[in-house]
């Protein structure tokens, strides 16, 4: 037997450091080599890194949220192999920004003694009991986790049988054997005084550091328009009814991806990306749309890139593709990155305006809402329309009230007239 120690592998363009999102071994588990061990997020996406080898967890180098250097010993294999140990544990430990997650401490390899000592007769060690740290994200494979979303249960609320407290189908089973909490407690009223402490790690943090440097280092300023798209309405009923086989149906953001390609090839100013330390704008002349896209994991923003090159149905097909990518966990780094001007729609949730952050280093975001029959003064008459709120958002350091209010108002003319779409 031997100790084979893992470092956090290069994952690549220039990442040095990756932060754990989970661990989906725990010490004592048997693993085979290629099986999912890690999950680490990198400023740039986020990636599952395999066992290298077959053998037995003895190790485990940080909690989630804990920052690993690419090249530092994450964890630690019981091998049928001879010991690979290219650094001390202890010198990795000192060095982690996190304590070492193990039940048992790490053993140095011992060489056995020419004449064994009498060995004590093995005594069956009592169940664990686990109990989570508040906050603390429940143990489970992947497939338990999909299996718990599709069947809306909330892991938080199962006990977990396995290995640390891992919760497996079996205890999705019992769960749902005997009812939720919320079933079985009556109508009967408590007053609750618990608090829920949510470590802000992985992309929640991402998020959140994107947003502050966005919000903090750019001056926005928000523009609001209300668009009739009672003829667009109609023109999409009509595309829809009509499609050919293999064509997506289409809903509105292919057609504002279509007239955002005429309105900012006219205006390039809002289709750029700024880079305040070198102070220097970079107008693009192809139009890469970034689709902010809600996941169970947090907000992506993939991208569909030369939408200039698209007709309408190229750019619906690539959109759904790229969103489905994201919410799958399955989207490449190259859908992630890119963008040169980013749309975020609410859809169906709506709202009567909002303040979309932008989406650093672009200089301009636009916020879609949904289309609802509203009455409005058509020719001294009140009438019915189909009408559609958009909000925007600039980086007023480098492009000016005047272009963005162009912008929009370009695309205001576009989508109220959508047969200039393709002209």
């Given at each position: 037997m031997g100790i084979f120690a893992f470092k956090l592998p290069d994952i690549g363009e220039g990442v040095v450091e990756g932060e754990?999102?989970?661990?989906?071994?725990?010490?004592?588990?048997?693993?085979?080599?290629?099986?999912?061990?890690?999950?680490?997020?990198?400023?740039?996406?986020?990636?599952?890194?395999?066992?290298?080898?077959?053998?037995v967890v003895k190790s485990i180098v940080g909690e989630p949220g804990t920052i690993l250097a690419v090249g530092q010993v994450c964890i630690e294999f019981e091998t049928d192999g001879e010991s690979s140990t290219p650094e001390p544990v202890e010198e990795v430990v000192e060095e982690a920004a996190e304590p070492v997650k193990e039940v048992a401490p790490v053993e140095p390899v011992s060489t056995p003694a020419p004449t064994p000592a009498p060995v004590a007769a093995p005594v069956?060690?009592?169940?664990?009991?686990?109990?989570?740290?508040?906050?603390?994200?429940?143990?489970?494979?992947?497939?338990?986790?999909?299996?718990?979303?599709?069947?809306?249960?909330?892991?938080?609320?199962?006990?977990?049988?396995?290995?640390?407290?891992?919760?497996?189908?079996?205890?999705?089973?019992?769960?749902?054997?005997?009812?939720?909490?919320?079933?079985?407690?009556?109508?009967?009223?408590?007053?609750?005084?618990?608090?829920?402490?949510?470590?802000?790690?992985?992309?929640?943090?991402?998020?959140?550091?994107?947003?502050?440097?966005?919000?903090?280092?750019?001056?926005?300023?928000?523009?609001?328009?209300?668009?009739?798209?009672?003829?667009?309405?109609?023109?999409?009923?009509?595309?829809?009814?009509?499609?050919?086989?293999?064509?997506?149906?289409?809903?509105?953001?292919?057609?504002?991806?279509q007239g955002l390609v005429r309105a900012l090839g006219e205006n390039p100013v809002c289709n750029a990306l700024y880079d305040d330390e070198k102070g220097v704008v970079s107008r693009h002349d192809a139009i890469h749309l970034g689709i902010a896209t809600q996941t169970d994991r947090g907000l992506y923003v993939p991208v569909v890139k030369h939408v200039e090159a698209q007709d309408i149905w190229t750019s619906a097909s690539e959109m759904q593709r790229v969103s489905q990518a994201a919410r799958d966990g399955t989207a490449s780094l190259g859908e992630l990155t890119g963008s040169t001007f980013t749309i975020t729609s609410l859809g169906r949730m709506g709202g009567l305006g909002a303040t979309p952050i932008i989406n650093k280093p672009e200089v301009g975001i636009l916020g879609v809402h949904n289309a609802v029959d509203t009455p409005v003064v058509r020719n001294g008459q009140i009438v019915i329309r189909k009408m559609l709120r958009l909000s925007s958002s600039w980086d007023h350091r480098v492009v000016d009230g005047w272009d963005g209010a162009v912008l929009v108002q370009r695309l205001k003319t576009l989508l109220e007239n959508p047969a200039t779409i393709f002209m």
């Open positions: 754990v999102v989970e661990w989906m071994v725990s010490v004592g588990d048997s693993v085979k080599e290629d099986d999912p061990i890690l999950s680490v997020m990198t400023d740039k996406a986020t990636v599952e890194i395999p066992s290298p080898t077959d053998g069956a060690a009592p169940t664990p009991v686990v109990v989570a740290a508040p906050g603390a994200r429940p143990l489970a494979s992947p497939a338990v986790r999909q299996r718990a979303r599709e069947s809306g249960i909330e892991l938080s609320g199962v006990s977990g049988s396995g290995p640390a407290g891992r919760i497996t189908h079996g205890d999705l089973d019992s769960w749902k054997e005997a009812g939720s909490p919320v079933a079985a407690a009556g109508p009967s009223r408590t007053a609750l005084t618990g608090v829920t402490e949510v470590p802000v790690i992985g992309l929640r943090r991402k998020i959140a550091e994107s947003m502050t440097a966005s919000y903090s280092t750019i001056p926005h300023f928000s523009y609001f328009e209300e668009v009739d798209i009672t003829d667009l309405e109609t023109l999409r009923v009509h595309l829809n009814a009509s499609r050919a086989d293999g064509q997506p149906k289409l809903t509105y953001l292919p057609f504002i991806m």
